[in-house]
């Protein structure tokens, strides 16, 4: 295909494509002759006929691509297991599930971001490529809304301190989310495909160590107020150095005509073709078009898992009940922060320890097998908070639970790569593919603090055993359906469909 002479700005015109035989189109579009592509977001980020294969990345720059999830895990984690639970109790005394699990509505429903994210992430044209643009936009939102979050804990006033931090909470989750679908349409973007199971071990690897991270500095300052400076730290650090390692080629000097260049002749926003019928099109995983059905299922899987895995959030709360210390007292005061600060730290150790070779290991045994194996132990782990109350054999369980997890993080996003209906608009489905998180840790967590609010009290006022059985079992049940789900997945790399 010839090259097409591009006139200057201020005379450029619509460029009518000259006709190409089908078969041509079909072998420039990488699709087979006379099949049809609806999307205009592959031509718009300029698509070469031959493109060149991508060489092999180093360990190292995959760690540098991912330092944005290792402040993501640290994060998302401590927020949820402590900072979360405790702001809940400090805003909403005697009604802290029920604030809990509206904060955790709010951050899943932030999700819905994500694919508007994609799409502008993949139509974006600017000298830093299509991800990293949209990555420091983010930064440039969650910074302003942790400084507004910690003053709002603060202030006096009870009820507009509480609406400042919950507009600070929402401006903040949806800022990240944004970050995020950009940074994980980087793998995609430049690993190559036979790297793929390597390249997601090192991002759980990342995301397990700064959720530990996050927990250490929790165990070590315990006065919550710090945490906001910790989160505004990480986003410093960590934004730059991924910027740096992800090394996007310029998409200002693309195949398509139409793009509008900045006044400094280096950046643009969206392309002018802005489809509103296609960004609709964004929220959407056809159950019977043979290239997204099995992203459909993996879609569906995921949202059972983590309505299951939410259970999670409301450890704080089952410790603080139902634990009991060597000498057989309860836990009080700061003590089951503290205690889950601990096993999230000791979880995370096993979930990074167990990541890497998990990831490595999918290449060979298949995805699924992977993702099963962890669904089986989170519900073995279930039974066991059902039976097990000493903090000293909890202890062991926190190992196992992060173990298992840590398994189905890595290999799950390995397996929304080999399930993509396109890796040249990976950010667009890996969006959707996160909205799936959104559903289940929204409907996890409504449904939970539901069963803990209405749960029979002891004598002290503490939820009974009762109510954490409950809520466990109906955890289990979800892991199982995330398991079953799995036979209907059908990944296109051959390594991913061995089992």
């Known amino acids: 295909a010839r090259p097409i002479a591009r006139s200057p700005p201020h005379t450029r015109r619509a460029h009518v494509p000259p006709r190409v035989p089908s078969a041509a189109r079909a072998v420039a579009m990488d699709t087979e002759p006379g099949a049809r592509d609806d999307s205009d977001t592959a031509r718009l980020i300029g698509m070469r006929a031959s493109a060149p294969a991508r060489a092999r990345v180093s360990t190292v720059r995959l760690i540098g691509i991912n330092a944005f999830m290792f402040g993501y895990g640290a994060w998302i984690s401590s927020f949820a297991m402590v900072t979360l639970p405790s702001e809940s109790t400090r805003f909403f005394p005697g009604a802290e599930s029920v604030a809990l699990g509206s904060f955790l509505f709010i951050a899943g429903a932030s999700q819905l971001s994500g694919p508007w994210a994609g799409y502008a992430s993949d139509r974006t044209r600017h000298s830093l490529g299509r991800r990293r643009p949209m990555i420091i936009k983010g930064a440039y939102v969650v910074t302003p809304a942790l400084v507004m979050m910690f003053v709002a804990r603060t202030y006096n006033e009870k009820v507009y301190a509480a609406s400042a931090y919950y507009i600070g909470f929402t401006a903040s989750m949806l800022a990240l989310n944004v970050m995020y679908t950009a940074a994980t349409g980087i793998v995609p973007d430049l690993i190559p495909e036979s790297q793929t199971g390597e390249a997601n071990g090192v991002l759980a690897a990342m995301s397990a160590a700064g959720a530990c991270t996050g927990f250490v500095y929790t165990m070590v300052y315990p006065n919550l107020g710090s945490l906001y400076w910790f989160y505004i730290g990480l986003v410093f650090v960590t934004v730059p150095i991924t910027c740096y390692a992800a090394n996007e080629p310029s998409t200002l000097k693309g195949d398509v005509e139409d793009d509008v260049e900045g006044a400094d002749g280096e950046s643009s926003a969206l392309d002018s073709k802005f489809s509103w019928r ?75 320890l167990c990541a890497y070779p998990a990831g490595i ?18 519900i073995s782990v279930y039974f066991l908070f059902i039976y097990v109350h000493n903090m000293s054999n909890i202890t062991y369980v926190g190992v196992y639970y992060g173990a298992m997890n840590g398994m189905f993080l890595s290999v799950d996003y390995a397996l929304a790569i080999d399930c993509l209906p396109s890796r040249e608009q990976s950010a667009r489905w890996l969006a959707i593919w996160g909205i799936a998180s959104f559903i289940g840790t929204s409907i996890g967590p409504t449904m939970f603090a539901l069963i803990l609010h209405f749960a029979p009290e002891t004598a002290d006022g503490a939820t009974a055993q009762s109510g954490y059985t409950q809520m466990l079992l109906i955890g289990a049940f979800w892991m199982v359906l995330c398991a079953a789900g799995l036979v209907l997945v059908r990944p296109k790399r051959l390594g991913a469909n061995t089992e």
Do not use: N
């Open 278 to 352: 296609e960004l609709a099109s964004m929220y959407y995983i056809s159950p019977t078009e043979e290239t997204q059905k099995s992203f459909f299922w993996l879609f569906v899987c995921r949202t059972f898992y983590y309505t299951g895995i939410s259970a999670q959030v409301f450890l704080q709360y089952l410790l603080r009940d139902t634990a009991v210390k060597s000498d057989g007292s309860k836990l009080v005061a700061h003590e089951p922060a503290q205690a889950v600060a601990f096993l999230s730290v000791i979880g995370q150790l096993g979930g990074m």
């Open 361 to 378: 290991l999918s290449d060979y045994v298949g995805r699924r097998t992977m993702i099963t194996i962890s669904c089986a132990g989170i």
